[in-house]
Nanobody
Framework: QVQLVESGGGLVQPGGSLRLSCAAS????????MGWYRQVPGKQRELVAT???????NYADSVKGRFTISRDNAKNTMYLQMNSLKSEDTAVYYC??????????WGQGTQVTVSS
């Protein structure tokens, strides 16, 4: 099984920045789609950004121009750089590694709170 561990969450003021990291237990970026999702209590988990083989990226409309997804294959780590944070970005952020149909792994989540 692939283990995913997120880090970098915390409390930040509106307009501030955070960088989330997702460390994988082994090298998987050559065959897995990687992504960041977020969830607010009582709501469905939603896509934030994905990065696939070839470094193609996709972003939710709500974060375009503010968030950047990237990865470092040598370190088996994916990142989410979050700038110009807003209160509506407050959520638990989850790392996902996906290879349909049989492989789908999630991290434990890291809390991001944007508040003044």
């Amino acid at each position: 099984q692939v283990q995913l561990v997120e880090s970098g969450g915390g409390l930040v003021q509106p307009g501030g920045s955070l960088r989330l990291s997702c460390a994988a237990s082994r090298s998987i970026f050559n065959s897995y789609t990687m992504g960041w999702y977020r969830q607010v209590p009582g709501k469905q988990r939603e896509l934030v950004a994905t990065i696939i083989i070839g470094d193609y990226t996709n972003y939710a409309d709500s974060v375009k121009g503010r968030f950047t997804i990237s990865r470092d294959n040598a370190k088996n780590t994916m990142y989410l750089q979050m700038n110009s944070l807003k209160s509506e970005d407050t959520a638990v952020y989850y790392c996902r590694a996906n290879r349909p149909p049989s492989y789908n792994f999630w991290g434990q989540g890291t809390q991001v709170t944007v508040s003044s």
